[in-house]
């Protein structure tokens, strides 16, 4: 029994030997945003309790056009370190952009948390030759872009991997360039969002005609798709199966590098999906339509299975990133493929004044991202009342963001966001202003 217990304080010390690491963090985006108006018809039959006042056939139209000054995210951040033991908390007191729908959704969300034992290396990092790591909590799907250099995102990121899933995530680093990843996870829900910064109100209260008949918010339904939304419970009773595996290549410094990861993804959809703060579920009851009507599927549904199969491509060269990826995707039979290219530069300039030894406009960066998403179904608008989810989409978001001082950043960025409609290339474009603040315990060290 000595022996045991020698043995177990021998093994322990080197843990207490080792420095727990806490820090916190503190975020926030300030926005200007002014989105143009549009606004077209669609011929589903809506009764005259669901339309606005005067309105006689139903549309589509602009989330919230005009000009507006907004405060679009606040965060609060935790993280720790122990050894080969990390943790990681996020939390978005303010999350208008992410909030779905815009009115009614919760205020606040458990962006992150998660626990990892093991090392897990960054896209861009010089990785470790046989490591190894396993989370769990909330995270970020592997093959997401999460430094993205423009406060919007491209239509594949929005559609395929904006949002968090829920589960275990683990990988094996086989050697220096050799990578295999899976995870076990919940599964994002199948919602409607608007590709722009605001998702839009669709089934809100203020939009529910049983409740408020001939509705006229101040939020409308946005241009939408289906996309991967934010999910809303634990549940694995469909869950989600993630495979990875990846090639790395570089110098020793991480300076020039090129990484690429082939990701695929299934699942079978639920029957129905609760979305907090709207009466549509997600899943395939937002596919089966309008059954309240009496109405049959107005999609070409087949099956309940959601696949897809992801190529994606990190190349860091000295001051400049290119993103690349492409999706092919499935779900209950109805295809989509989708394609995302960033490419950015940050320029570093000279010290012209500074503040409290930190200089002021230290470096800009510019980007330009292009992205497109291409259905391969299409659907009865008479019966089915969304008839933009079977739209072609192509977007181009192009900007610049500048160092300001230790901690501040200032976006400028203009989204050219444009869908096929009727044989028409239509338009719904967006500028937006950002100004974020970061700040973190070790900035004070």
């Known amino acids: 029994m000595r022996i045991i217990v020698l043995l177990s304080i021998s093994l322990a010390m080197p843990l207490l030997a080792q ?15 002014d989105s143009d108006e549009a606004k077209f018809g669609i011929p589903f039959p809506f009764p005259e309790e669901f339309l606005p006042p005067g309105e006689t056939s139903g549309s589509l139209e602009t989330v919230q056009a005009g000009s507006y000054y907004e405060m679009s995210r606040f965060t609060l951040v935790g993280h720790m370190e122990y050894g080969q033991w990390s943790g990681h908390a996020k939390v978005d007191v303010i999350d208008l952009y992410d909030r779905n729908p815009t009115s009614s959704d919760r205020q606040w969300d458990m962006d992150e948390i998660w626990i990892r034992y093991g090392t897990e290396s960054e896209p861009g990092d010089v990785p470790e030759a046989r490591s190894f790591f396993v989370k769990l909590g909330k995270f970020g799907k592997f093959e997401r872009q999460d430094d993205r250099h423009l406060v ?97 290549y570089g110098d020793d410094y991480g300076r020039r590098s090129v990484n690429v990861l082939v990701s695929y993804f299934e699942r079978d959809l639920r029957d129905t999906v609760d979305m907090r703060g709207s009466f549509y579920g997600g899943d395939m009851d937002l596919l089966l339509g309008v059954e309240e009507l009496g109405l049959p599927p107005g999609l070409p549904l087949e099956g309940k299975s959601k696949e897809e199969l992801t190529i994606t491509s990190w190349v860091y060269f000295d001051s400049g990133t290119l993103f690349l990826q492409s999706i092919d995707s499935e779900v209950a039979g109805l295809g989509r493929t989708a394609l995302e290219g960033e490419l950015s530069w ?46 072609e989409w192509k977007k181009l978001d192009y900007g610049v963001s500048a160092r300001l001082y230790r901690g501040w950043r200032l976006f400028i960025e203009y989204s050219d966001n444009q869908f096929l409609r009727l044989g028409k290339w239509e338009h719904a474009d967006e500028f ?14």
């Open 19 to 33: 420095d727990l690491r806490f820090r916190f963090g503190l975020e926030s985006d300030m926005n200007y945003r």
């Open 432 to 445: 937006l202003t950002t100004l974020r603040w970061r700040w973190n315990s070790e900035q004070e060290k």
């Open 152 to 248: 919007s995102y491209g239509l594949a990121s929005t559609v395929f991997n904006r949002l968090e899933d829920a589960g275990m995530e683990g990988g094996f680093q086989i050697t220096k360039n050799i990578y295999v990843k899976g995870s076990y996870t919940v599964g994002n829900p199948l919602f409607l969002r608007d590709a722009n910064a605001l998702a839009g109100d669709n089934g809100s209260p203020a939009r529910n005609p049983f409740i408020n008949p001939f509705p006229d918010p101040p939020y409308k339904s946005g241009f939408v798709f289906f996309y991967d939304a934010e999910i809303e419970d634990l549940r694995f009773s469909e869950a989600e199966l993630g495979l990875a595996g990846g090639f790395w």
């Open 346 to 391: 940050t320029f570093k300039l000279p010290l012209w004044l500074a503040f409290q030894k930190s200089q002021i406009l230290p470096s800009v960066t510019p980007a330009i991202r292009y992205s497109k998403l291409e259905p391969d179904f299409v659907g009865n608008a008479g019966v089915y009342p969304t008839p933009s989810v079977w739209w």
